[in-house]
């Protein structure tokens, strides 16, 4: 299985080796190893390559539901990509420069999962494999609301033909849609990338000769000026989270994990989640934004027992110290509030200059734990966070989760 590139940008290291081994510092416990795909067990269908990386992220996805399947649909689709374009692969193959390779492979790919029958969800995200490889039979409604979608215009002939004949699609954006395409070149030997910009993921051929982006939403080339213009790309984003740079093998592991952890939130499997957000920081140490989800959740989690405003407050403490980012500030007023120091939490809030954001998964939310004003005027009362929540005092939009989740 092929190593994914270092980040081209590292986060820089004196500000991380003083003590920002979150792994030790967050008291995760061991990275654990997925479970096999490759078995009978899993769909009953047997893969004669080494798992890649796709099967990987799917296993990690049972390991907190064991009634997750799919694998059958994620081979039959890579395998699709792979075999196309290894038919399609001109005579002689040197007639092709690297660049044109690239092209040809995205495309191919990109169109073998149009013909599978995957769309852009007419609402919501799709932040796990597992929903994406999920079959669905989509109402007219949501066949109409589908094809609005800039995403779906060149599917929309595809996708008339799938639903006149009564059968099933699949919902994928843009990171999921991205690990199909890390899979198929993991079988084609081919150094492709995720890459991680606000409120979106890409993948990227990125070779010593060729840096070529490919968006798997709109199925279109785009350059790095694109996405620092339109998502709003920024220099401390880049040097602290490692926007625009090649993703490595770990931060697309730790960012699984966070996604799974979220998940679990939401189904209020609290035990799951924890275990997923320090398997998250364990997984990449220097991910940023998942030692900040872990002391969100330590401080904020709807159920007392699994709380740790300490440790939320030690973690948000040292991220505060590296840079003064909104969400990471927000993290630390909420664990000053949980251990009852209202006064700080109020201070540390009026003293943000809301110049970050959160990256959660493929997702960009300003203030994505609630209307700041809320918080503050629930410390004002003597209100924890998540006493804020249940009392109403302190508003979250719903208006991002997962579609049918």
Known sequence: MRVLTPLARPIATGSLAAGFAFAAACRAPPHPRPPALSSPAADGVASAQQPTIAESLLALERMGDASIRHHAELLATVDLAVTRYRASTPEPASSESEGQR??????????????????????????????????????????????KHLENRRRAETLARFHGAGSTLHVVDCDVAGVFYLAAAERLGFPVVLVCVPNHMFVRWSSPTIRRNWDPNLGAAFDDAHYVTECGVTEDGRMLLGWLADMPRTRVFSTWHRNIAHWHERHRRHDEALA??????????????????????????????????????????????????????????????????????????????????????????????GDSDDAVRAYARGLTYAEGIARGVIYEPKNALPYDD
């Open 102 to 147: 690239a092209t040809r492979f995205f495309r191919t790919v990109d169109r073998a999962l149009v013909d599978r029958g995957y769309l852009f969800p007419p609402t919501g995200l799709v932040e796990l494999l597992h929903q994406a490889l999920e079959p669905r039979t989509l109402t007219r409604a949501d066949l109409e609301r589908a094809l």
């Open 276 to 369: 997923a957000h320090r398997a998250a920081v364990a997984a990449d140490p220097t991910d940023l934004e998942a030692a900040n989800a872990l002391g969100w959740f330590l401080a904020t989690c709807p159920d007392p027992g699994h709380r740790d405003a300490a440790e939320a407050r030690a973690i948000a403490s040292r991220l505060v110290a590296l840079a003064p980012r909104s969400a990471w500030i927000d993290t630390l007023a909420a664990a000053q509030a949980e251990l009852g120091d209202f006064a700080a939490a109020i201070e540390t809030k009026r003293n943000s200059p809301r110049v970050g954001a959160a990256v959660v998964g493929d997702l960009h939310l300003d203030d994505a734990e």
